[in-house]
């Protein structure tokens, strides 16, 4: 079993939607959990961040934890057709770049 | 700022042959990591290092692969012999640490193909 799992998808929603992705994970030390957006041909890059349980908003974009159920989300509000990419979940122990451990990202397609 | 600067985009060789690839990480980060990602396992991370020495090196899947950083602007990742199963985008990324430490700051990757 994958420490951390995620639904490849592709999700396809219409422009306007409100989008859920998620993730568990297996290993309950885990305290730092970031979502990653990753365009086509580049690299991932930090949209979300949050310690702990507890929810962050900032803009259209909203991470939830819930450590109790081993689960984290992303919600997009009013989704965008520049919103479609992957999103790859991570986490990881420490407050270190060295022990992230990524999900496999959930493909997103959001239809104009 | 560039960014973290990885060359070349594109490289497909022969199996056998001898593959470097390069990065350039974001001036005054402290921490470079060589990632490696397919569809069957995702984003996984090779090696990484701090202030130039290699700290981790358990994720290179053997020792045809190598990698350096001889400086803080530059390191490369080698593979020899290559072969097939090595076909994946490889991505370099940098940190800065403490503060940032959890915001990885990836190259746009190189995309490797093995004949």
């Known amino acids: 079993q994958k420490e951390v799992e995620q639904d490849p998808g592709p999700l396809s929603v219409p422009e306007g939607a409100i989008v859920s992705l998620n993730c568990t994970y297996s290993n309950s030390a885990f305290q730092y959990f970031m979502w990653y957006r990753q365009y086509s041909r580049k690299g991932p890059e930090l949209l979300m961040y949050t310690y702990s349980s507890g929810n962050k908003e900032d803009g259209r974009f909203t991470a939830q934890v819930d450590k109790s159920s081993k689960y984290i989300s992303l919600f997009i509000r009013d989704s965008q057709p520049s919103d479609s990419a992957t999103y790859l979940c991570?986490?990881?122990?420490?407050?270190?770049?060295?022990?992230?451990?990524f999900g496999s990202g959930t493909r997103l397609s959001i239809r104009p | 700022d560039a960014g973290v600067i990885q060359s070349p985009r594109h490289e497909v060789t022969e199996m056998g042959q001898e593959v470097t690839l390069r990065c350039k990480p974001i001036s005054g980060h402290d921490y470079l990591f060589w990632y490696r990602q397919t569809m069957m396992r995702g984003l996984e991370l090779l090696i990484y290092?701090?202030?130039?020495?290699?700290?981790?090196d358990s994720g290179m899947p053997e020792d045809r692969f190598s990698a350096k950083m001889p400086n803080a602007s530059f390191s490369t990742l080698k593979i020899q012999p290559s072969e097939p199963r090595d076909s994946a985008v490889y991505f370099c990324a940098s940190s800065f640490f403490p503060g940032q430490g959890e915001k990885l700051f990836f190259g746009s990757g190189t995309q490797l193909s093995v004949l």
């Open positions: 991570a986490m990881s122990m420490y407050s270190s770049a060295s022990k992230i451990i």
């Open positions: 290092f701090n202030n130039n020495v290699p700290i981790d």
